[in-house]
């Protein structure tokens, strides 16, 4: 592969000391624009949703077009690394989730595209708002993205905790449907003296939140999790004489497909409209986030266990899915695609965790492995 491993590393670096929230990511996909111009110049750039383009690498003859994806956003957590002479120059925002790796990866396959494919094109998606769950859903409704019509899509997440250059896949479920929603209750505030000449929430978000524990059980299975899991409650305000009027009650819901969650939230939401029906109260339901499930099909489950054994690496067939969320299965839904992680190394803080920072040492592997599945998807 002819690609500058220095300048890779040097364009990772930059990315990690000016991290961007989701939406909010303009500056750095002006900067992966300006590098790409530079240093691995596309046939063309196609706008998408918000800060989000695609650089597309035209082959030489018609033929399949293969999409990778990596993430533009960074994640509002303070890092930590005080020793690192790259660390976040914006106080509150950091790269914790390696997204900037996951650029440095892309831009490495970019310019290993300066000879083009024989036959067919390259696509390679700088997606915003992974975090938040909505933008690659964005991406693929917006209407250039019918320019693109991918054949095969493939994202990979780097992954603290496994061995350095391991590929972990699975077929099926790689990354879990994740749905973040609010049930909020309001009635009417009284002295707390004469509760009754009010309706207070107090009680049916106390019952929600237990009832939370009993759908939970009733859905997790020893061979198909599914977790029910309270995150946030507000009600009323710090003071001794009021009985409040509103209040609400945050929830995760998780499983390995839509259905378990859909039915977990149904049985939620059921059971807070009699609560809000017994206590006299309005019910409103709000979902803030939602993670389609990623679905790793067969054909390109296959092309990644093949792309590990060509370049000699070691292949982890993953016996359950993960447990966290990824908008990658918003073009799994729709595209035929897997998803697919890369070991950073077993002694390694958590991703999302103020100390995380993406190692250089895999660039190589995950350029490797994309360049592998681009021959062999457009083959």
């Given at each position: 592969m002819d690609i500058d491993l220095d300048r890779l590393i040097a364009l990772r670096h930059w990315l990690h000391a000016h991290p961007e929230l989701s939406r909010d990511e303009t500056e750095t996909a002006q900067h992966m624009r300006r590098f790409l111009a530079e240093h691995a110049k596309p046939d063309r750039i196609i706008p998408l949703d918000g800060a989000g383009f695609a650089?597309?690498?035209d082959g030489a003859l018609p033929g399949k077009t293969v999409l990778l994806r990596c993430e533009l956003d960074a994640l509002p957590i303070h890092e930590l690394n005080t020793d690192l002479p790259y660390r976040s120059t914006r106080d509150g925002i950091g790269h914790k989730c390696g997204h900037d790796g996951h650029m440095a990866i892309l831009a490495g396959v970019a310019q290993s595209l300066a000879i083009r494919p024989k036959s067919g094109r390259v696509v390679l998606l700088f997606q915003p708002d992974e975090e938040t769950g909505t933008g690659a859903r964005q991406c693929?409704?917006?209407?250039?993205?019918?320019q693109i019509a991918p054949d095969f899509v493939f994202a990979l997440h780097?992954?603290?905790?496994?061995?350095?250059?391991?590929?972990?896949?699975?077929?099926?479920?790689f990354a879990s449907h994740v749905k973040y929603a609010a049930i909020k209750l309001s009635g009417k505030e009284a002295h707390s003296a004469?509760?009754?000449?009010?309706?207070?929430?107090?009680?049916?978000?106390?019952?929600?939140?237990?009832?939370?524990?009993?759908?939970?059980?009733?859905y997790d299975q020893p061979d198909r999790y599914a977790l029910v899991v309270p995150v946030y409650c507000q009600m009323g305000v710090q003071a001794?004489?009021?009985?409040?009027?509103?209040?609400?009650?945050?929830?995760?819901?998780?499983?390995?497909?839509?259905?378990?969650?859909e039915f977990m939230w149904r049985d939620l939401t059921d059971f807070a409209q009699a609560k809000a029906a017994q206590y006299g109260l309005a019910l409103e339901l709000q979902t803030n986030e939602e993670f389609a499930a990623t679905i790793n099909g067969q054909i390109p489950v296959d092309m990644i266990r093949q792309a590990a054994a060509t370049l000699g690496l070691g292949f982890i067939d993953k016996a359950t899915p993960f447990r966290w969320g990824e908008d990658f299965g918003e073009l799994t839904q729709r595209h035929c695609g897997a998803m697919f992680g890369l070991g950073a190394g077993e002694n390694r803080p958590d991703l999302h965790n103020p100390d995380y920072d993406f190692p250089d040492e895999i660039l190589q592997s995950g350029i490797a492995m994309f360049v592998a599945l681009v021959k062999s998807a457009l083959a």
């Amino acid at each position: 592969m002819d690609i500058d491993l220095d300048r890779l590393i040097a364009l990772r670096h930059w990315l990690h000391a000016h991290p961007e929230l989701s939406r909010d990511e303009t500056e750095t996909a002006q900067h992966m624009r300006r590098f790409l111009a530079e240093h691995a110049k596309p046939d063309r750039i196609i706008p998408l949703d918000g800060a989000g383009f695609a650089a597309v690498y035209d082959g030489a003859l018609p033929g399949k077009t293969v999409l990778l994806r990596c993430e533009l956003d960074a994640l509002p957590i303070h890092e930590l690394n005080t020793d690192l002479p790259y660390r976040s120059t914006r106080d509150g925002i950091g790269h914790k989730c390696g997204h900037d790796g996951h650029m440095a990866i892309l831009a490495g396959v970019a310019q290993s595209l300066a000879i083009r494919p024989k036959s067919g094109r390259v696509v390679l998606l700088f997606q915003p708002d992974e975090e938040t769950g909505t933008g690659a859903r964005q991406c693929c409704l917006h209407e250039n993205f019918t320019q693109i019509a991918p054949d095969f899509v493939f994202a990979l997440h780097n992954l603290p905790g496994f061995p350095k250059d391991q590929v972990i896949c699975r077929l099926g479920t790689f990354a879990s449907h994740v749905k973040y929603a609010a049930i909020k209750l309001s009635g009417k505030e009284a002295h707390s003296a004469q509760p009754e000449t009010g309706a207070s929430p107090a009680f049916a978000l106390a019952e929600v939140t237990l009832k939370a524990r009993d759908i939970q059980a009733k859905y997790d299975q020893p061979d198909r999790y599914a977790l029910v899991v309270p995150v946030y409650c507000q009600m009323g305000v710090q003071a001794s004489g009021i009985s409040p009027a509103k209040g609400e009650a945050h929830f995760t819901l998780r499983a390995s497909d839509s259905a378990t969650v859909e039915f977990m939230w149904r049985d939620l939401t059921d059971f807070a409209q009699a609560k809000a029906a017994q206590y006299g109260l309005a019910l409103e339901l709000q979902t803030n986030e939602e993670f389609a499930a990623t679905i790793n099909g067969q054909i390109p489950v296959d092309m990644i266990r093949q792309a590990a054994a060509t370049l000699g690496l070691g292949f982890i067939d993953k016996a359950t899915p993960f447990r966290w969320g990824e908008d990658f299965g918003e073009l799994t839904q729709r595209h035929c695609g897997a998803m697919f992680g890369l070991g950073a190394g077993e002694n390694r803080p958590d991703l999302h965790n103020p100390d995380y920072d993406f190692p250089d040492e895999i660039l190589q592997s995950g350029i490797a492995m994309f360049v592998a599945l681009v021959k062999s998807a457009l083959a």
